[in-house]
């Protein structure tokens, strides 16, 4: 059974920065393509970032590739997203998705996710 696990969410000011980590058992990490989405408010799922296999990060938005950073330790099985210069904006629930297959294609795809935390919360104040 897989199970993908977010954490280190949390309530921060404008500008700030915050780490996020997804670990994830009961598949070979360093096999898996792996993935951050998030849902705001009101709204359906964005993508956020996807990382290779490789340790290759892809953004969803130059926005997001300017402040953001995706990572990942195989040899920890740990995924991260570091978040820079957060906005009121960036408010949502942030989501960690695992995949079989290793490589990203370029983009941020939900579609070629199967494996889905539970989310972490980061709320951004203005």
């Known amino acids: 059974q897989v199970q993908v696990v977010e954490s280190g969410g949390g309530l921060v000011q404008a500008g700030a920065s915050l780490s996020l980590s997804c670990t994830v058992s009961?598949?070979?990490?360093?096999?898996?393509?792996m993935g951050w989405f998030r849902r705001a408010p009101g709204k359906g799922r964005e993508g956020v970032a996807c990382?290779?296999?490789?340790?290759?990060?892809?953004y969803a938005s130059d926005s997001m590739k300017g402040r953001f950073i995706a990572s990942r330790d195989n040899a920890e099985k740990v995924l991260y997203l570091r978040m820079n210069n957060l906005k009121p904006e960036d408010t949502a629930t942030y989501y960690c998705?695992?995949?079989?297959?290793?490589?990203?294609?370029?983009?941020?795809?939900?579609?070629?996710?199967?494996?889905w935390g539970q989310g972490t919360q980061v709320t951004v104040s203005s």
């Open positions: 998705a695992a995949g079989q297959l290793g490589f990203c294609g370029g983009g941020v795809d939900d579609s070629k996710f199967i494996y």
């Open positions: 009961g598949l070979t990490f360093e096999d898996a393509r």
């Open positions: 990382v290779s296999r490789d340790g290759d990060a892809y």
